[in-house]
């Protein structure tokens, strides 16, 4: 398939720049993906989609404040640095103007509160950093670090805690897993009461959110590794809900590539951990879910392949067109949709 395939006008006034003072006010366009019928409603209607015996499924990584901002210790030229997931002796991060690291360069931060070296060169803009500190790497991410919030977003975010769901638990993201945003204690009480299983799995999310396709054909395209952790209670529960004929509702697509990913290497939910690079779009097979809650995004972007892949391509790109003509909005803090099949 071709990457143009993928595409479609947005107009810049529909790309969501702050988040909504109360989580749970966005919008929910509702996609039946067997016959098409589109409903406009409200996020908390969510609620209205869930069985009993049904599991919601919920990616509690935590982003790290990992946008940083130093100097190079030999000539003082200005540094960013990303980072996007630890490796052994540092981190590998994504560093801009990455042509002026080179091995061997010493970058620092906070006056020295934080140093980073580069030990090894990639492709990218990617680069492997050794770190030296003194004390916990994430209380003085917590000092340096800004929020690496998407370049489509220019105003300044400031509480940190709006670009983490409720339920984030496990650092390590250099994203946040945006789908989850909408979601409230108060909202996942309500559906919790109506006997649905909440599972939390985890993956980091990494440079493949930051990452464009940039091939023709999209087949060619490569995603990045990502690490994902599942343990055995979220299994047992998986299992059951799929044995028993209820459905997975996975919220957004770091949760469904976490879960198809498992699901495709074992014929089964199980415990697992490891890094994935599974790339979805239209062809693939879905085993593991059977209803997506998900945010709208970029043209072209692997993203929009993911959901492309769950329903129908056309479908897809007509409902998008819905949802511009109906001023929803788009991207990280943007309005959500939710993929379904049947009756509720």
Same mark, same amino acid.
């Given at each position: ?22 989580? =749970? ?218 044995? =028993?004929?209820?459905?997975?509702? =996975? ?94």
């Amino acid at each position: 398939m071709k990457l143009d395939d993928f595409d479609f006008e947005l107009p810049d006034a529909l790309i969501a720049q702050t988040p909504l003072e109360d989580r =749970s006010a966005s919008r929910l366009l509702a996609l039946d993906k067997k016959t098409g019928r589109i409903a406009d409603r409200l996020f908390t209607d969510i609620t209205d989609y869930f069985n009993p015996g049904d599991a919601l499924v919920l990616n509690d990584t935590r982003v790290l404040p990992a946008r940083l901002f130093g100097v190079k210790s030999e000539t003082g030229a200005n540094i960013e640095m990303l980072l996007l997931k630890p490796i052994e002796g540092g981190y590998e991060v994504l560093a801009k103007p990455a042509k002026r690291i080179k091995e061997g360069t010493e970058v620092i931060f906070g006056d020295g509160l934080l140093t980073a070296v580069c030990t090894k060169i990639f492709d990218e803009g990617v680069r492997h950093m050794a770190l030296k500190y003194d004390g916990i790497l994430e209380e003085i991410l917590d000092q340096l670090g800004e929020m690496p919030l998407p370049p489509y977003i220019r105003e300044t975010l400031e509480d940190k805690e709006r670009y983490q769901t409720v339920y984030a638990k496990h650092s390590g993201s250099a994203a946040a897993p945006t789908a989850g945003l909408h979601f409230t204690d108060e909202l996942l009480d309500d559906i919790s009461a109506k006997g649905v299983n909440i599972v939390h799995i985890t993956l980091h999310v990494g440079l493949g959110t930051f990452r464009p396709v940039s091939v023709d054909h999209i087949e060619n395209h490569k995603m990045h590794a990502e690490f994902y952790i599942m343990d055995e209670d979220a299994a047992a529960i998986l299992n059951e809900t799929k044995n =028993s004929g209820k459905k997975i509702v =996975s919220v957004g697509t770091t949760s469904t590539r976490t879960l198809e990913t498992i699901v495709q290497n074992h014929g089964k939910f199980k415990a697992a951990s490891g890094f994935t690079d599974i790339f979805i779009y239209p062809g693939f097979e879905y085993k593991a879910i059977d209803t997506l809650i998900t945010n709208f995004h970029l043209p072209k972007s692997s993203l929009m392949m993911l959901v492309s892949a769950f329903c129908d391509r056309d479908m897809i790109l007509n409902t998008y067109r819905h949802a511009i003509e109906k001023r929803y909005r788009f991207f990280s803090f943007g309005d959500a949709m939710i993929i379904y099949e049947g009756e509720y």
